[in-house]
């Protein structure tokens, strides 16, 4: 008989210590052509990513979203929040999802892979929905960055929600929001490597 884990609850996780995030200095705004492609060039030079998308908000049944407005990449080192406003800029985003060989890693990708696939015109290749691993192992519900930091780091994550409903299609973002953006991104990728260590 499999073994059935429960996800830790808000309370528990409430009580942990805060996750070690990335701080502005290892965070990279990606808005141009040159931009892109250094981000591009650093990438390739490290076989698993950890990724994720934001969206701009929509708050009527009626809205359909036009995102992905951002796109972020982590490796341990550093992380890339790519902005899509710039079609040179967007064409390497694309690029690079589409690349085979490089894991795509992070949480609750099924919609940010069909947007992306809608506004990119690319199908993002190996990507590993990190959920499916914890439903392997026994757990029974979604785990999602929080849940995953605290079972496996004993780590509290720590999500702004003002951000999270923030307007990720502004020209330009705020620190506040580059650090949830990239960190969404960088902790999949700790989570990652925790699952699979080396």
């Not at 992380?79 to 899509?84: D, I, K, R, S």
């Amino acid at each position: 008989m499999t073994t059935r884990y429960s996800t830790p609850s808000k309370e528990e996780i409430a009580l942990l210590p805060e996750f070690d995030r990335l701080g502005p200095e290892r965070i990279a705004l990606v808005a141009t052509k040159a931009q892109a492609r250094e981000a591009d060039a650093a990438l390739r030079d490290t076989e698993v990513w950890g990724f994720d998308t934001e969206s701009k908000p929509t708050f009527f049944k009626e809205q359909v979203s036009e995102g992905p407005h951002i796109v972020q990449l982590s490796t341990l080192d550093r992380a890339w929040v790519f902005q899509l406003h710039d079609p040179d800029c967007s064409a390497i985003v694309a690029q690079l999802l589409a690349l085979p060989g490089f894991t795509k890693a992070g949480f609750g990708l099924g919609d940010d892979r069909k947007r992306i696939a809608a506004k990119l015109a690319v199908q993002a290749q190996d990507v590993l929905d990190l959920n499916s691993i914890f439903h392997q192992r026994g757990y029974r519900k979604d785990m999602g960055v929080k849940g995953a930091v605290a079972v496996l780091f004993q780590q509290r994550f720590i999500k702004s929600k003002k951000a999270t409903t923030s307007n990720w299609a502004a020209p330009n973002l705020s620190q506040s929001q580059l650090i949830y953006a990239a960190n969404d991104a960088y902790a999949a990728l700790r989570v990652f490597h925790a699952l699979n260590p080396d």
